[in-house]
């Protein structure tokens, strides 16, 4: 399948536009009804308006940034929404709601105009039972072929025996054969190998010894995080859920995903002094997601586990001492409450900042460890650049975000487009890399440490220095949270793996209606394909390792 670039029509004005209007006209006798969204302008299209929509919006207006789909059945119809922004300009949103009929749940795919539309189409038909015309290959993503029925939809049997036929045992390659002329193999990657990061199933073909397709086979780790928040209530019972999404190491990053979301929702306030508190919090836990990912990136590419795993896991442990002097936790934090935080920092004050204070002067020469172990290694060097190329045009069709986008020269982090916290009042830069491949994505990581700890030490002098009588941790929240009926809201943070967001329609009680996790490994595990055809297998396991992937988070 080739990727279809945008073509702006040589007519089109220079000014954007933004405004709900503005938009409305554009669109023209496409739009059959206007919504109003917590954080964009909705547009109700025909199921069969999908891709001429969608064009216009991406070559018109500037909307090339897919984020998410979000897919539901609603009383009397089936409904996809279709979450827009831009690369250039975050702030500027829409959304495109597609009804269907209940008999005939079929809408035209968004596949051929955004490459990111088919794993979130797969996943949509899987759980919801949706069909898009036109997908190029509309099958389940998280849950076997052999599955009856759809597990978010409203008549869903859960009671229902899953009878997996004796077929679906037969060895895949049972009557596969060597050809004279032709010189291909199929091999399985998976789902229990180390450079999987987990458990991914990685379907290979080889011709001769280079990757001719790749197909990435997730579910196994499958546990419908979406459902079950949907059976909770706003105040309390949703938060601890968002550290098990992302576990390795982005628990308060996730549960500001579900806080940001949640708070707008409901006109939430956080205290300055609370939000301060986050933004020290994420970036400790970005430095420990980070380290992470360099430790096993080089225990892939070149098998070093005693010194490049070990150095990193041994400064992951640092940030994972303070997140459990802050918190109580090392992995499961539950730390963010809705209007702020559970508690203040620890006591004694002193020494919790001075052992902030010692990690951060210890960083720059572990940062200069790692850069003559790894980057400056000529193995490394020899078997990341160059491999798992991802042109930019390619990486936004995919929706790809994150180090693995700004590794390939996009500008996008949603701590400067879309602010929130306290970022927007703190010296730090954006780091990307122009070389869009394995090496650039390696080295916005290691960069991205520096300016991490720039934003926890501008924390730490402004902590240390609040006055006592003003150290408010949390606002007043309502006991009982309701949102209207058919309120609904799109928010997003920006995770250590990219852009982490969720969905919420509010139905008036005091659960969601409907909740959805926007994933940044389920996105960016989209790009392998791209970056592996044509190449080796062990390009392949680099360029897999580059996406830093938590198949938690993957499969939710």
């Known amino acids: 399948m080739s990727l279809e670039e945008p073509t702006p029509d040589d007519g089109a004005v220079e000014t ?54 979000t897919a539901e059945e609603r009383e009397g119809r089936y409904e996809s929404i279709y979450h827009l922004t831009s690369f250039d300009d975050r702030q500027r949103e829409v959304s495109v709601i597609v009804p269907t009929t209940k ?10 105009v955004f490459r990111t539309a088919d794993w979130h189409e797969r996943e949509a038909y899987d759980l919801v039972g949706i069909d898009y015309d036109d997908h190029p290959d509309l099958r389940r993503i998280l849950l076997p072929e052999t599955w009856q ?12 025996p899953q009878i997996v036929t004796l ?38 073909v080889l011709d001769g010894e280079q990757v001719a397709d790749v197909d990435p086979d997730i579910g196994y780790l499958h546990r419908c995080e979406e459902q079950m928040c949907q059976t909770k209530t706003y105040r309390h019972q949703i938060m601890p859920y968002p550290d098990r999404w992302d576990y390795a190491s982005s628990g308060l990053l996730n549960e ?100 902030v204070r010692d990690f951060l002067d210890d960083l720059p020469q572990a940062l200069e460890e790692y850069h003559d172990l790894i980057t400056g290694n000529e193995i490394l060097q020899s078997r990341t650049i160059d491999t798992g190329v991802l042109p930019p ?32 009042e703190l010296e730090w830069d954006v780091i990307t890399e122009d070389g869009c491949d394995n090496f650039s994505r390696l080295l916005v990581r290691l960069r991205e440490v520096e300016e991490s700890a720039k934003i926890i030490e501008q924390c730490a002098d402004l902590l240390e220095d609040w006055p006592e009588d003003e150290r408010e941790i949390q606002s007043n929240v309502p006991r009982t949270l309701k949102p209207e009926d058919d309120t609904e809201i799109y928010r997003a943070v920006e995770a ?26 389920f996105s960016n ?26 198949l938690g988070e993957v499969d939710r």
Request: hydrophobic share 35%; charged share 30%.
């Open 256 to 355: 500001w995903a579900y806080a940001r979301a949640a708070e707008d929702l409901n006109d939430i306030e956080v205290p300055e002094y609370a939000q301060i508190i986050r933004t020290m919090g994420a970036e400790l836990c970005r430095i420990a997601s980070h380290m992470l990912a360099v430790g096993t990136f080089a225990l892939d590419v070149y098998g070093d586990f005693t010194a490049i795993f070990m150095y990193a896991m041994r400064d992951r442990e640092k940030t994972q001492n303070i997140l459990e002097d802050l918190t109580g936790q090392r992995m499961m934090f539950n730390y963010f409450r809705l209007g702020g935080v559970v508690w203040d920092l620890p006591e004694p004050r002193d020494e919790f900042f001075e052992t």
């Open 16 to 69: 954007l536009p933004t405004g709900a209007e503005e938009i409305e006209e554009l669109l023209g006798d496409l739009v059959v009804d206007t919504e109003t969204h917590v954080n964009a302008p909705g547009f109700v299209i025909r199921p069969d308006a999908v891709q001429e929509t969608l064009r216009r919006l991406r070559d018109q207006a500037g909307f090339d940034h897919l984020s998410c789909v």
């Open 103 to 112: 008999d005939d749940p079929v809408s035209e795919s968004a596949e051929p």
């Open 496 to 521: 250590a793996k990219g852009e982490l967001g969720i969905y919420i329609r509010g139905d008036g009680t005091d659960k969601p209606g409907r909740f959805k996790i926007r994933s940044p490994c």
């Open 149 to 160: 029925g759809h597990p978010l939809s409203q008549n869903y049997d859960q009671d229902r």
């Open 393 to 424: 045009e390619v990486a936004k069709s995919y929706g790809a975000t994150g180090p693995v986008a700004r590794g390939s020269g996009i500008d996008y982090d949603l701590r400067r487009d879309d602010p929130y916290g306290y970022y927007d």
């Open 167 to 204: 077929d679906e045992w037969e060895n895949p390659l049972a009557e596969d054969h060597r050809e004279d002329e032709g010189d291909t193999m199929y091999i399985n990657i998976g789902p229990h190998h180390p450079a999987t990061h987990g458990v991914l199933h990685v379907k290979t």
């Open 525 to 550: 595990l989209q790009t392998l394909p791209e970056m592996s055809t044509g190449e080796y297998i062990p390009d392949m396991v680099a360029s897999l390792g580059s996406l830093d992937i938590v």
